[in-house]
């Protein structure tokens, strides 16, 4: 259809020629200038995240994966998927003890298990490349080892949030790791579980992505 | 008068009397004024990124051409296959073809305007491939066979006890209930089982970055991941104004659309694609088609005032704002896009022998044009379209098809009454003395008279009264 393409094209290049445009100047300080310290990001994101029914579990680096196992059997999940090629998915496997949900090693290609991820999985468990203080959202770039799927379709979506990794802004972040020099298959930012307000402008969580969003904060 | 093949005066007596509708509406409007008013509580951080917004989107106007043989060169570097439609049938074409090369029999669709401008349900539908929405309002809206209210919120119109009853209905598995969470789970279990199986998913775009070929999404409730991740073929498609030039272009949008639209400081996600599923990765669709659509907005583009038209990033506050929106909701439009940007759009993308009478829809208070956070003078726009109407020109498709003799004919004895003191003189004068006794039911009168009081005339003109104070006329 480059027929289209071409003819599209000229008239919007005639219609500017005809009456250029020029654009005021573009400017960021409104963006740069939004800054928090420290302790008040992590207060700010717990705030704004709490406010959209998010929860908290403070961790260490030593004890996250059996403090994770230890909230997870007391929500008596069944089950939680993870990606067993990463760092992460590693200390999991290895610190995981008899007893607990059982782990599910996200493995193969989506084709091959796609009845059980949508029908018989509780929980997925993430890392994040950090949160963003300004609107509460965690930033996650799904990769082949940690696949997009497991934030979205297990029941409750655990993410794992360095206490260290935190922005002001989204601008910041994608500002200062030069995004644009090459961004991945899915860039996602999270601020929540799953929300609606379509009936009544009533609130209601877990509509099609997990109904519980925990952030595992590892200090 | 020219036809109007689509009669907005009529549709909005009926539904004024509809006091259900009114109820709804204004209690979802005045919640969302509220909030919104909230969320840019800050007045001088609403002033800078409301600023930063609007040079984001002229700055993608004034290189749009340049912007999208951009956007096509990074997508296609990216694997994502891009595709041109001059007009809504061709883009439905083009989709067909794609879902019958990879035999789609079940399409499930994030929400997407651009698709409601190509009516793509009933299209895909009257060729047996079954089209289902899976935001939830728009679910709502599509069980009910009716069109979205609301471009940000489809089924503002209805309230719990109708969609309960709606559900009841059409749903096999339903039990009555009117409990939100409920009715919420149930469209979750429902439409859980088409995401998993679905050939196709379709996808609207938020904004499409040219500089690094990425597609943006917002949402909330996960619909459009699934529908954009679980598929093995993601079709998305765009109105061509959607491109912003740079990355950092994206944040302060973001801000300014979710915060207009729901009063949110963020939505739930942030979908950022730039590329269908690679070597190794173990999901997310095989193939990524992005259909770019014109549908008139080149011919919009070309006129320097009504260009203006094409910043908007589709927040939806100015309905939230509009006197006339708020009263009459928004099927009252029959259109796509309602309220004041329906109005404007509308006319431009359908020509004004069909779409005419929307530019009246507005009773030039502004109120939208204070509140849209991309700075669009509508209302300016708006007397544009009002004239271009009466008037035949080529600016506008039907231009000049609302042209009346009668009209014509009382604004230019307007314009010499005012032109001439003596003539002024002479018709005030006699207005003092006749006017109150003309009937109401004058055939022009009569437009005004049938909804409002006629006003009273003093008996004596401010002229004759300023004479007797000893102040002379100029
Ligand atoms: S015209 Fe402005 S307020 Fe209305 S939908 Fe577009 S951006 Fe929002």
Avoid at chain 1, 91 to 117: C, H, M, N, Q
Avoid at chain 1, 149 to 158: K, R
Avoid at chain 1, 199 to 206: D, K, P, V
Wanted: net charge neutral; hydrophobic share 40%; proline share 5%.
């Amino acid at each position: 259809m480059s027929e289209s393409r071409n003819a599209i094209l000229g008239k919007l290049r005639a219609g500017r020629d005809a009456h250029p445009l020029t654009p005021p100047e573009s400017d960021f300080a409104v963006l740069r200038n939004k800054r928090w310290d420290g302790a008040e990001r992590l207060e700010r994101i717990k705030r704004m995240m709490e406010a959209v029914h998010t929860e908290f579990l403070e961790t260490t680096e030593a004890d996250w994966p059996a403090d994770v196992q230890a909230f997870l059997t007391a929500q008596g999940t069944r089950n939680l998927l993870f990606g067993p090629a990463t760092e992460v998915g590693a200390r999991l496997s290895s610190a995981w003890t008899d007893g607990g949900p059982e782990l599910i090693p996200y493995a193969d290609r989506v084709e091959t298990f796609k009845e059980r991820l949508f029908d018989g999985i509780d929980a997925g468990i993430t890392t994040t490349l950090g949160a963003i203080a300004d609107t509460g959202s965690l930033i996650v770039w799904p990769t082949p080892e940690e696949p997009r799927l497991m934030s979205l379709v297990p029941h409750m979506h655990l993410a794992l949030l360095r206490a260290d990794a935190l922005y002001d802004t989204f601008w910041q972040a994608m500002t200062e790791n030069r995004w644009a020099d090459g961004m991945p298959t899915n860039a996602l930012l999270i601020s929540g579980p799953s929300k609606t307000a379509d009936i009544e402008q009533t609130l209601a969580y877990g509509v099609h992505g997990p109904k519980r969003l925990v952030v595992v904060i590892v200090r | 008068m020219g036809e109007s093949s689509i009669n907005f005066a009529k549709a909005s007596s009926a539904a004024l009397q509809d006091q259900q509708l009114r109820g709804n509406f204004r209690r979802a409007m005045d919640g969302l004024m509220s909030k919104r008013a909230v969320q840019f509580a800050d007045t001088a951080e609403w002033n800078g990124v409301r600023a930063l917004g609007a040079s984001v989107r002229l700055r993608a106007l004034s290189k749009l051409p340049e912007l999208l043989e951009k956007l096509e060169a990074n997508c296609t570097r990216n694997g994502i296959q891009v595709h041109w439609a001059a007009t809504t049938d061709e883009a439905n074409a083009i989709v067909l073809s794609i879902m019958q090369r990879v035999n789609a029999k079940l399409v499930v669709k994030g929400k997407s305007m651009v698709s409601e401008e190509m009516h793509l349900n009933a299209f895909l539908e009257k060729r047996g491939i079954e089209c289902l929405e899976s935001d939830l309002g728009e679910y709502i809206v599509q069980l009910d066979e009716a069109m979205p209210s609301h471009i940000i919120m489809p089924a503002i119109h209805m309230n719990t006890k109708q969609i309960a009853h709606l559900f009841k209905q059409k749903i096999k598995e339903a039990e009555y209930t009117e409990d939100v969470a409920q009715l919420t789970d149930l469209a979750r279990r429902v439409l859980r089982k088409k995401f998993a199986t679905a050939d196709v998913g379709v996808s609207g775009v938020n904004m499409a970055v040219a500089e690094t070929g990425t597609l943006c999404l917002v949402e909330n409730e996960g619909n459009g991941r699934m529908s954009t991740t679980v598929p093995p073929v993601h079709i998305a498609v765009m109105g061509l104004e959607k491109v912003v030039e740079k990355l950092e272009d994206v944040p302060p949008v973001i801000s300014l659309l979710t915060r207009s639209a729901t009063a949110q400081p963020i939505t739930t996600y942030v979908n950022m694609i730039s590329s269908p599923r690679k070597e190794g990765e173990k999901d997310g669709p095989d193939e990524i088609h992005l259909v770019i659509l014109d549908n008139g907005r080149s011919g919009i583009y070309a006129d320097e005032e009504l260009r203006n038209t094409l910043r908007c990033i589709r927040c939806g506050a100015c309905m939230n704002h509009c006197p006339v929106y708020t009263k009459v909701g928004g099927h009252a439009y029959q259109a796509p896009y309602p309220g004041p940007i329906g109005s404007i759009l509308m006319p431009q993308v359908e020509g004004l022998e069909k779409r005419g009478e929307l530019p009246h829809a507005c009773t030039m208070c502004n109120a939208c044009v204070e509140i849209c956070p991309v700075k669009i003078p509508i209302v300016e726009i708006m007397g544009r379209l009002r004239s271009e109407a009466v008037h035949p020109g080529d600016a506008v498709r039907g231009a000049g098809s609302h042209a009346s003799k009668a009209e014509a004919m009382v604004w230019k004895g307007w314009s010499m009454t005012y032109a001439s003191p003596l003539a002024y003189q002479f018709a005030t004068a006699l207005l003092a003395k006749l006017g109150n006794a003309a009937p109401t039911s004058l055939p022009l009168l009569k437009e005004w008279t049938n909804v409002r009081t006629k006003p009273r005339f003093a008996n004596r003109t401010l002229h004759a009264l300023a004479r007797e104070k000893g102040i002379p006329d100029v």
